[in-house]
């Protein structure tokens, strides 16, 4: 059975800084991972993903990496802006034939003016 | 483009009652899947539609918890009756194509509070 589970649970640092976010998952069988934003009573933003065969994905100032093999993926969030401030959730896609993700239970990230 | 809407967005109802959600996909996905968080708990998988047929349903908690997506086009779960343990954010998804890795696109959710 797949688990993900996200470190730190909460996160918080001062505008600017560069920050990673970590993500593991047990089962290193997955076809894809993805990186969702949550805001507070809102629905989840889809902000990258990475399919099995990549190493990493790039938008804006986002990057995620995946070493499958170690069970890892980090969100890198350079500048850091307080709008960034959020929940920041991962996802994998594993188990043969299902396309159900399993998610972690998220890091929530304030950015201090 | 629209994005996956969902109706309503919250229901609060007494333990006993029924209530149904919605969920509309983006238009021309087939793939429909339905996730809840309940309080506390990361978000867990329900069940996965293709077009109108029921791919996985291997997330659904019990019998009391229905899903249909008649035509293929919206879907509706179904709780009946509620219980104290169901109130949660229910949150449906869609994916585009046939392919296991498409990017799932997530609605707003629906708050669910059992009184």
């Known amino acids: 059975k797949q688990e993900v589970t996200q470190i730190p649970a909460a996160l918080s640092v001062p505008e600017g800084e560069n920050l990673v976010l970590n993500c593991s998952f047990t089962?290193?069988?997955?076809?894809?991972l993805q990186w969702f934003r949550q805001d507070p009573g809102k629905g989840l933003t889809s902000l990258l993903l990475?399919?099995?065969?990549?190493r990493e994905q790039t938008s804006g100032r986002l990057n995620a990496s995946l070493d499958k093999s170690s069970g890892r993926s980090t969100l890198y969030i350079a500048a850091s802006q307080p709008g960034d401030s959020a929940t920041y959730l991962c996802?994998?896609?594993?188990?043969?034939?299902?396309?159900?993700?399993?998610f972690g239970k998220g890091t929530k990230l304030s950015v201090i003016p | 483009e629209a994005g996956v809407t969902q109706f309503p967005s919250h229901s609060v109802i007494e333990k006993g009652q029924t209530v149904t959600l919605r969920c509309d996909p983006i238009?021309?996905?087939?793939?429909l899947y339905w996730y809840r968080r309940v309080m506390g708990k990361e978000i867990k998988f329900l069940l996965h539609?293709?077009?109108?047929?029921?791919?996985?349903e291997s997330g659904m908690p019990n019998n009391r918890f229905l899903a249909e997506r008649t035509g293929g086009t919206y879907s509706t779960l179904k709780v009946q009756p509620a219980e104290l343990e169901d109130s949660g954010v229910y949150f449906c998804?869609?994916?585009?194509?046939?392919?296991?890795?498409?990017?799932?696109?997530f609605g707003p959710g629906t708050r669910l509070t059992v009184l």
């Open positions: 998804a869609s994916s585009q194509g046939t392919s296991i890795s498409d990017e799932q696109f």
């Open positions: 089962d290193s069988a997955i076809y894809n």
């Open positions: 990475i399919q099995s065969s990549q």
């Open positions: 996802a994998v896609g594993s188990g043969a034939g299902s396309y159900q993700l399993t």
């Open positions: 238009s021309g996905h087939d793939n």
């Open positions: 539609f293709v077009k109108e047929s029921k791919q996985d």
